[in-house]
């Protein structure tokens, strides 16, 4: 069965233009294959890679091939040999290099091939001779189309406002988003420039919020999953894997509410049931499995959510209950952290007295101790938090893991 396949092509040294013409020439006198379409060459200066290089000429083609993708890459990989190419240091200058950026809409993750092309949505060189030829295809883990790719990958350019957001392009989810904290850090994410997958119980809920994130000018998706079942879980993690072809960011804010609603008269048991099933076990299940795939993909961030006085106490039943289950997630951080790196860097917020549903509607006597116990006078807010997850997540702690980072404006009890 033919497939439509798109590759891109560049060489930036000798004769350019000869060395392009030479290998789509190759590709056409291939039995199964077909060049179908090739762009104009570009000129474009060189990305990364050792200074003083030689500006590029690139292209982009579409075949129409029946060759597997496995057995089209070793093809392109003989091309590039049989034209001299060298892999002497990476981004290094080459005769010919050839990637191959989409294969149909499949979507595969194997150590030798990622399709599509992992940083293809990054690429001006790569984007604007995509567009000529192929404007309208579709990006199958990003839903968007190559033109839209485009425009977006203008927009980060050097010098644009979009440039200085320092997750742009990063793939993130956030567990229990719909609300609260949670959605103060997707929408911090969307704002820093990360594609975010909003995640909830509640499908419509996950929905509304995506949508939000949307008016960051980011890609956004919704997941919905119940965090209290080991096999939803793992359900979460493959499909949010596979969305986008990979994650960067996770964030395991999902906690289970015990202190509204219904949920506050249970017994202590039952809390206590409730709260390790979701703020404990979900929160172990899913970084380690994401956290595995992460540091098999090269890199990644993981967030968890601990709690202030997990580690100097609080009286009373939820003193109990949230000490005994938000101290778990602070240690098992920790560990998880010394397992995952370097490649990974996994660290715990633990906020203070934030102003969630809980505390809008608590007593006069709780919102008088809230300012009482916080040096800094105040509630803290869903976005304070937001502000240091968001933090976390960026290049600017690349030299921060295994820490619990209190967010409680000050409070030392």
């Known amino acids: 069965m033919s497939v439509t396949a798109y590759i891109a092509l560049g060489s930036n040294l000798g004769d350019r233009r000869d060395y392009l013409d030479r290998t789509l020439q190759a590709l056409q006198e291939h039995s199964a294959i077909e060049v179908t379409q090739v762009s104009t060459y570009y000129e474009t200066a060189p990305v990364g890679g050792p200074p003083g290089q030689n500006p590029y000429l690139n292209a982009a083609a579409e075949l129409r091939t029946e060759l597997n993708p496995d057995h089209l890459l070793r093809v392109l990989l003989d091309i590039e040999l049989q034209f001299g190419r060298v892999r002497a240091e990476r981004f290094g200058p080459r005769t010919v290099d050839l990637d191959l950026l989409l294969y149909g ?213 939820s003193g109990q209950l949230f000490a005994a289950t938000k101290g778990a997630v602070m240690a098992f951080t920790k560990s998880l952290a010394l397992d995952l790196a370097p490649q990974v860097r996994v660290n715990c917020l633990a906020p203070g007295w934030i102003k969630t549903a809980w505390g809008e509607d608590a007593s006069q006597s709780w919102q008088d101790r809230a300012v009482r116990e916080t040096p800094l006078g105040r509630w803290g807010t869903p976005e304070d938090v937001a502000k240091v997850a968001c933090w976390l997540a960026s290049p600017a702690a690349a030299f921060v893991t295994g820490q619990i980072i209190r967010v409680n404006g000050g409070a030392v009890r």
């Open 105 to 317: 809409d499949r979507v595969i993750n194997e150590p030798h091939l990622t399709v599509p092309h992992p940083r293809m949505h990054e690429r001006l060189f790569v984007l604007e001779p995509l567009a000529e030829i192929a404007p309208a295809v579709l990006h199958p883990t990003l839903r968007a189309t190559v033109r839209d790719l485009l425009s977006i990958s203008k927009l980060r350019a050097p010098g644009s406002h979009e440039s200085a957001r320092e997750l742009a392009g990063r793939k993130a989810l956030v567990t229990g988003s719909t609300r609260g904290i949670g959605k103060a850090i997707a929408l911090k994410l969307a704002s820093a420039g990360a594609y975010v997958i909003v995640h909830g119980r509640r499908l419509d809920a996950a929905l509304e919020v995506s949508k939000e994130t949307e008016n960051e000018e980011v890609h956004a998706n919704c997941l919905q999953a119940d965090l209290r079942a080991s096999g939803e879980c793992r359900r979460l993690v493959e499909e949010a894997w596979r969305t986008w072809g990979g994650l960067d960011i996770w964030v395991n804010n999902a906690g289970a509410d015990t202190l509204t609603g219904e949920t506050a008269g249970w017994p202590f048991e039952r809390k206590l049931q409730e709260l390790w099933a979701v703020d404990v076990a979900a929160t172990i299940a899913l970084s380690r499995d994401v956290g595995q795939r992460m540091k098999a993909a090269g890199g990644g961030v993981i967030v968890n959510m601990g709690w202030d006085q997990a580690e100097t106490g609080m009286a009373g039943d």
